[in-house]
Each structure stands twice: as structure tokens, then as C-alpha cells.
């Protein structure tokens, strides 16, 4: 499949404390996605399996496969396999924050939210971009902003951003997933991937990209180098952050 540009003003939030990101916004303003970094890395994509193409059941219970940095989605997806085959999961590198089964119990309910969403789209847009490796956008509008700090709190940073190129771009509206998890009606898989609006008169559109999106505004960008959590990655031997940060 090409690449194409995607037109547009959009919105990203992401955490000054997610180092990921912050790595790579800082080394050249751009986020791409699992599968478009396989489409342009030869080296990647000889042994990348993208997920969209691993059998369900597989990621239920072995979870995704592993190699280069996947959505949130995906990590609970992850996680779930990791707790269904008996395993701890926990917050923290050197000494982990072991979680208690309340919390184990809702990352087996979002896993299993976010299995059922993948194995919708199969069914009713094969070719969209999958939940489980996209980045996921927002419009950029009061609207938009609104959106994405609804989903991922009042502190999040809002990140202009345009998108050079992209496989593949789904729009579709929040609403329906929000009311999946409160209530598991098949209907609402099927109006998410056909892309329906849960109001017409306002709806909540997130737009999953597999590509590549690109930041929009200097100053933003500019506080993700000057703040983001890759400035807290050295090594106490003195390795480089980009070490440091390829074996976390």
C-alpha cells in the first residue's frame, strides 16, 4: 500500500513523562506507527509481523508481538495475555509496583474491550487502520481539544500536528467505544468502524493513523525537548540517552 499525505490540522496529547514519544518528537518533530515503520525500514519489515495480521486468539493469549513501540491500546492487550497465562504485571523498571487484582481484573476487561474492537474491524473495514497500531488523533478545534483531555486527562499536552503520510486513516467516533465498555452490544462495534457519528449534532471523532504525523508548532515542540522524559534517561556510567533508552 502507499503512502499518502492525509489533509488536515489535528490534535496529539501525549505525557511529558512518557519517554517514548518524547524521544522521538525530540530527534525530529514526527511520531510514525508500527506498520508504516516496517512499510519504509526494509531491515524491520523482513522480520515485522504487522499486528493486524496476527489471528485474534493468537493475542489473546500470547499477546502482540514484540519489536517496536505500539499504542496504549496494545499494551493492554499485552498485559491481558500476560495475566491470563498466570503472570504479575507492575509499574516501574528497577523496582516494580506489583498491581492488586482489582486492577488486574480491569486490564483483562479493556484487553478483552479492545480484542473485540480489532475483531470488528476485520470484519467491517478490513483495510482501516487498526486500533492497535495506529497513532490517534483528534481535531484541531475547541472540540477536539476538549476530546483529548477528556480521554487523557486535564494535563496532558495538546500537540498541533499534521500527518506527511499515512497508509491508511479511519475516522471514527469515540462515543461508541465509550458505551461498549459500559455496555457490550455488538451494534456498537459495527457504528465505530462504519464510521457513524454517535450525534450527529456533535460528534467525537478520533482519527486512528498508521503513518506518520508530524508537529506543527515550534514552541510545542520545543517544550517536548527542553521537558520530556527523555531528558531524565542517563545512565549512571555515563551511556547515552539513546542507550539507555533502547534497552528500557
Not at 28 to 38: E, H, I, K, N, Y
Not at 41 to 61: F, K, M, N, Q, S
Amino acid at each position: 500500500m502507499r503512502a499518502q499525505p492525509y489533509p488536515g490540522r489535528f490534535i496529539h496529547g501525549i505525557s511529558f513523562g512518557d519517554w517514548y514519544p518524547c524521544w522521538n518528537l525530540s530527534l525530529d518533530g514526527r511520531l510514525r506507527s508500527p506498520d508504516f515503520m516496517a512499510a519504509v525500514d526494509p531491515g524491520l519489515a523482513a522480520t515485522y509481523r504487522p499486528i493486524r495480521e496476527v489471528p485474534i486468539e493468537t493475542l489473546r493469549t500470547s499477546g502482540v508481538p514484540q519489536g517496536v513501540p505500539t499504542p496504549r491500546a496494545t499494551w493492554y492487550v499485552w498485559a491481558a495475555a500476560w495475566v491470563r497465562r498466570g503472570g504479575h504485571v507492575g509499574v516501574g523498571l528497577n523496582s516494580p509496583h506489583w498491581l492488586p487484582q482489582p486492577d488486574l481484573r480491569e486490564i483483562l476487561r479493556i484487553g478483552d474491550v479492545e480484542l473485540a474492537f480489532e475483531g470488528a474491524r476485520r470484519q467491517y473495514l478490513p483495510e482501516g487502520a487498526s486500533r492497535l497500531a495506529s497513532l490517534y488523533l483528534a481535531d484541531d478545534s475547541d472540540i477536539g481539544r476538549a476530546h483529548v483531555r477528556a480521554m487523557l486527562g486535564p494535563s496532558v499536552l495538546l500537540l498541533p500536528v499534521v500527518v506527511p503520510l499515512a497508509l491508511r486513516v479511519s475516522r471514527v467516533d469515540t462515543k461508541w467505544f465509550d458505551l461498549y465498555c459500559q455496555d457490550a452490544k455488538p451494534e456498537y462495534l459495527e457504528k465505530y468502524w462504519l464510521s457513524l457519528p454517535g450525534d450527529p449534532g456533535a460528534p467525537t471523532w478520533e482519527y486512528l493513523v498508521d503513518g506518520m504525523i508530524e508537529v506543527d508548532d515550534q514552541a510545542a515542540l520545543t517544550r517536548v525537548r527542553e521537558f520530556g522524559a527523555h531528558r531524565k534517561v542517563a545512565s549512571k556510567r555515563g551511556e547515552s540517552t539513546e542507550q539507555r533508552a533502547a534497552g528500557v
